[in-house]
């Protein structure tokens, strides 16, 4: 299967409408023009619209079917400052704070999804993901029964006798830092919903360790082996085994051999690092040592999807973003 390929069809037909607030950022752009040459969304710029019209002119772009709104003067503030009150009236959040809130198309950019303006954002070639998580957290915030968001990667390789077809999926690599056992078995549960519901794979997750079915003590390794059990009572169906360690996950042999009667080890396609570190360290082994093509990172758990990029990203990441995010938006429960 060629995921990105199945990604962009599904696009095509639910024509959601994304909103980048990055929008006189030149990658951008050029993403722009392409996503609308292919239709794969509907999509709103943010930004001052001489400034983009002058980028767009000069390297030749066509951006027309881009709606271009500009956060310091739209007739939307008022509504969208108000809305944001409300929402942080807890924190003190003062009408002058959420006017002055508004001009970073960050924030614009997550009150128009709030608002239901725009179905999902993409941002993050010019900003840093701690500054395109932070508005989407504080408004449209996490699904009901979510408490964590979190990012996940499908992670493709050549060798397509690894995984499902050449693809397994690892998370969390992008969000949380030091998840406790609820977080982490949440982390399990949405990482799986994701995996099936972008892919249509059937998930058989391993939760990693350095330890496998008690092989080790230490309270990291309790942790892990908790959440396993948390995460099999959010979902029942959901097949699922920990701890484990890495080869236990992903070779029939080990899994048999330390955890025998398993029905995920040696054949896992969806491994949940127990934290952040091992995570992004873990995903970027596989993307520079294994020559892995890396999707994502998908975040996952928000109530409406919002996606960051890295400030390394080429044209075609924005634009697979973008068809991700439609993805997401299209199958609201994620
Ligand atoms: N899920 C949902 N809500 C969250 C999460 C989360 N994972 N983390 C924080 N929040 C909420 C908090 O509850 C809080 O809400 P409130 O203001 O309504 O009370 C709000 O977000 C701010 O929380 P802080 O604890 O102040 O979070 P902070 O803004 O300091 O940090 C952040 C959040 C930026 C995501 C932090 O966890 C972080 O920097 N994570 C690492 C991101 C990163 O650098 N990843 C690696 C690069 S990405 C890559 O390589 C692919």
């Not at 002055?100 to 709030?114: R, T």
């Not at 690892?170 to 078995?185: R, W």
């Not at 080990?254 to 896992?268: H, T, Y």
């Not at 690092?273 to 970027?284: D, M, R, S, V």
């Amino acid at each position: 299967m060629d995921l990105l390929k199945t990604i962009k069809e599904n696009a095509v037909k639910l024509q959601n409408h994304i909103v980048l607030p990055e929008g006189s950022e030149i990658r951008t752009l050029k993403a722009t023009a392409k996503i609308l040459e292919d239709k794969i969304a509907r999509i709103t710029l943010l930004g001052n619209r001489s400034e983009i019209e002058a980028i767009a002119l000069k390297e030749g772009l066509s951006l027309s079917g881009a709606r271009i709104i500009d956060p310091f003067t739209d007739n939307n503030r008022q509504k969208y400052a108000e809305m944001m009150v409300e929402l942080r009236k807890n924190k003190g959040l003062t009408i002058e704070k959420a006017y002055e809130l508004l001009n970073d198309p960050l924030y614009f950019g997550v009150m128009m999804i709030k608002a239901g303006d725009a179905d999902g954002e993409v941002a993050g070639a010019i900003n840093a993901t701690g500054d395109v998580l932070r508005p989407a957290f504080q408004y449209v915030k996490t699904l009901p029964g979510v408490s964590v968001v979190s990012g996940m990667f499908f992670m493709i390789f050549k060798d397509k006798s690894i995984g499902d077809n050449g693809m397994l999926v690892f998370a969390d690599c992008a969000v949380m830092p030091d998840p406790d056992s609820l977080q982490l078995a949440e982390i399990a549960v949405t990482t799986a919903a994701t995996a099936k519901a972008i892919a249509n794979i059937e998930p058989r997750v391993a939760m990693l360790s350095f330890s496998t079915k008690g092989s080790a003590q230490h309270e990291l390794v309790d942790k892990v082996a908790e959440a396993t059990k948390i995460a099999a009572k959010m979902n029942p169906e959901l097949l699922i085994d920990g701890e484990m360690q890495l080869d236990a996950a992903l070779v029939p042999e080990v899994g048999r051999l330390k955890a025998p009667g398993s029905k995920v080890a040696g054949r896992a396609n969806v491994l949940v690092f127990p934290g952040l570190e091992a995570g992004n360290i873990g995903y970027k082994l596989v993307q520079r040592l294994a020559g892995a093509e890396t999707v994502g990172p998908v975040l996952q758990g928000m109530a409406a999807p919002i996606n960051d990029l890295s400030r390394g990203c080429s044209v075609n990441d924005i634009i697979n973003m973008v068809a991700i995010t439609s993805n997401q938006a299209g199958a609201k429960s994620l």
